[in-house]
């Protein structure tokens, strides 16, 4: 099962694969492909665009007033520390500021102490959407996955590689993303800092 619903719908999938199935096993194939081809591309980019989805950053303190948030934060939840012999201090988060839109939390009243691992928990904003290219990359990584597939009429987007290494001397390599699709991906991905 996919860690992450599609933010592209069935409907709008059918309509870009010209199919007016209404079978029920088909369809749940289609939502099956679609939330597997946004697990792909969200972990590609290292974003999730799933409104409300809750996450947890985790961080060591550095001994600043502030955080960057792995993704746009729209509440806290909860925010505990750490210290090394893993004994657990839960934080008042009624200080903790949200600026420039939820990438960034604030403790105007301490720093995230140092040497503390730090875990802030966290909804995503509701009013998140994926934007139109990553729906768009989504849609076209299903649509492969479709055609590759069985019910396509073909295998489902592997190729065998001989490997003198594997007793069985074959290996399954998963194919990449496209290049048109890494194009069209590289203004969303996140960049390790």
Known sequence: ????????????????????????????????????ATEQVYTYL????????????????KGLHIHRMDNPAGTIINWKS?????????????????????AIVVNPEATFAKNLEHRIKYALPDSLSAPETVCQVILE????VFEE?????ARLGIEIESDHSNPSGTRVKYLDLRPRH???????????V
């Open 1 to 36: 099962m996919s860690t992450y619903p599609s933010p592209v719908t069935v409907a709008d999938f059918q309509k870009y694969m010209r199919d007016a199935t209404t079978d029920t096993e088909v369809l749940s194939f289609f939502q099956s492909i679609l939330d597997s």
């Open 46 to 61: 290292g974003r999730d665009y799933t409104p409300s989805a809750v996450k947890t950053d985790v961080f060591f303190g």
């Open 82 to 102: 750490y210290d090394f012999e893993g004994t657990e201090t839960i934080n008042d988060i009624s200080g903790l500021v949200l600026i420039s839109r939820g």
């Open 141 to 144: 990584i299903a649509a492969i």
């Open 149 to 153: 597939s069985k019910l396509g009429g």
């Open 182 to 192: 890494v194009e069209l991906l590289a203004p969303y991905r996140r960049v390790a």
